[in-house]
């Protein structure tokens, strides 16, 4: 049974870093995409940034946060990690970890938001205050 469990979230002043991370297990992590994904309270989910499978040398972000947060892997400790700087209120939500069902799946995979038989975390929750 594949497990995701996100950790790293809570509260910050704006400009301010936080690093996430989601700890895999229940099968070969290297062989898959791993992404982030968040939803603030009353709005929709978005994408926020993705990492390809083996050696994660395709990472994309969204626009939002281009510049100022960055997605890595370890594959020796199955885990993935959101390195999120200048922090800004507007990044206040739960922040998912997401991976595809099927192995050596591409980033664009993530866009918008995934798909239904994607793996998910249970959220950590970050609030940035202003």
């Known amino acids: 049974q594949v497990q995701l469990v996100e950790s790293g979230g809570g509260t910050v002043q704006a400009g301010g870093s936080l690093r996430l991370s989601c700890v895999a297990a229940?099968?070969?992590?290297?062989?898959?995409?791993m992404g982030w994904f968040r939803q603030a309270p009353g709005k929709e989910g978005e994408f926020v940034a993705a990492?390809?499978?083996?050696?994660?040398?395709?990472?994309e972000y969204a626009d939002s946060v281009k510049g100022r947060f960055t997605i890595s892997r370890d594959n020796a400790k199955n885990t993935v990690y959101l390195q999120m700087n200048s922090l800004e209120p507007a990044a206040t939500a739960f922040h998912y970890c997401?991976?595809?069902?099927?192995?050596?799946?591409?980033?664009?995979?993530?866009?918008?938001?995934?798909?239904?038989?994607?793996?998910w975390g249970q959220g950590t929750k970050v609030t940035v205050s202003s």
């Open positions: 990492i390809s499978s083996r050696s994660g040398a395709y990472p």
């Open positions: 997401q991976s595809p069902e099927s192995a050596f799946a591409p980033v664009a995979t993530f866009h918008p938001i995934g798909d239904s038989s994607d793996y």
């Open positions: 229940g099968r070969t992590f290297s062989n898959y995409a």
